[in-house]
């Protein structure tokens, strides 16, 4: 079953960090652009941020820019969000998706697998 596992959210206070982990089972990551997305109640699902296939190449939203990191490792099969200074409007459900293009790209009907998404909750 071709799959994409996220894990790491949970309740954290502002200020506080989090690893998210995005793994890949049943494919290998090594051939997809990798996006974290994330939705909070009542709102639209934005893009956070994204890595190419090689790693070589990130973007991230103006929202996260200088906090979040992005990374990958692809001989875990698995990519990770690195959030720092987190605040209470990061507060969502983060979700990983796969693209089969050396790039991410910014429509999400065009990714081929997401995630079943992990709760963010910033909070004191």
């Known amino acids: 079953q071709l799959q994409l596992v996220e894990s790491g959210g949970g309740l954290v206070q502002p200020g506080g960090s989090l690893r998210l982990s995005c793994a890949a089972s049943?494919?290998?990551?090594?051939?997809?652009?990798i996006g974290w997305f994330r939705q909070a109640p009542g709102k639209e699902r934005e893009g956070v941020s994204c890595?190419?296939?090689?790693?070589?190449?990130?973007n991230y939203a103006d929202s996260v820019k200088g906090r979040f990191t992005i990374s990958r490792d692809n001989a875990k099969n698995t990519v990770y969000l690195q959030m720092n200074s987190l605040k209470p409007e990061d507060t969502a459900v983060y979700y990983c998706?796969?693209?089969?293009?050396?790039?991410?790209?910014?429509?999400?009907?065009?990714?081929?697998?997401w995630g079943q998404g992990t709760q963010v909750t910033v909070s004191s």
């Open positions: 890595i190419s296939r090689s790693g070589g190449s990130t």
């Open positions: 049943g494919f290998t990551l090594h051939y997809y652009a």
């Open positions: 998706a796969a693209i089969a293009k050396y790039y991410c790209s910014p429509h999400r009907l065009e990714y081929d697998y």
